[in-house]
Nanobody, 119 residues
Framework: QVQLVESGGDLVQPGGSLRLSCAASGIIFTVYRMSWYRQAPGKQRELVAAITDGGSTSYADFVKGRFAISRDNAKNTAYLQMNSVKPEDAAVYYC?????????????WGQGAQVTVSS
């Protein structure tokens, strides 16, 4: 079965750093677009960052210069490096594996990793 397992969610201080990991199984990882989304209480889920199968990255304006998405195809793992964390970054962060450009609706999700920002 397809599994996306996030890890690394934690309590982090404002201005601090955190690295989230997403380990994938059950998919041909190398061909998928990998993304990180987040959802805060009372807010809609929003795209944070994405990385293509070729390694091209894109970011939401609110994380540009602070977050970095990457992937290690040998480990079937995607990462989100979060630096200079702000209180408004607190959310549940979801990993996704997306092949919907090939087949609409082919989009898998992890269960989420809680990121709490507090001093």
């Amino acid at each position: 079965q397809v599994q996306l397992v996030e890890s690394g969610g934690d309590l982090v201080q404002p201005g601090g750093s955190l690295r989230l990991s997403c380990a994938a199984s059950g998919i041909i990882f190398t061909v998928y677009r990998m993304s990180w989304y987040r959802q805060a209480p009372g807010k809609q889920r929003e795209l944070v960052a994405a990385i293509t199968d070729g390694g091209s990255t894109s970011y939401a304006d609110f994380v540009k210069g602070r977050f970095a998405i990457s992937r290690d195809n040998a480990k079937n793992t995607a990462y989100l490096q979060m630096n200079s964390v702000k209180p408004e970054d607190a959310a549940v962060y979801y990993c996704s594996a997306d092949l919907s450009t090939v087949l609409p609706g082919l989009h898998y999700w992890g269960q989420g990793a809680q990121v709490t920002v507090s001093s």
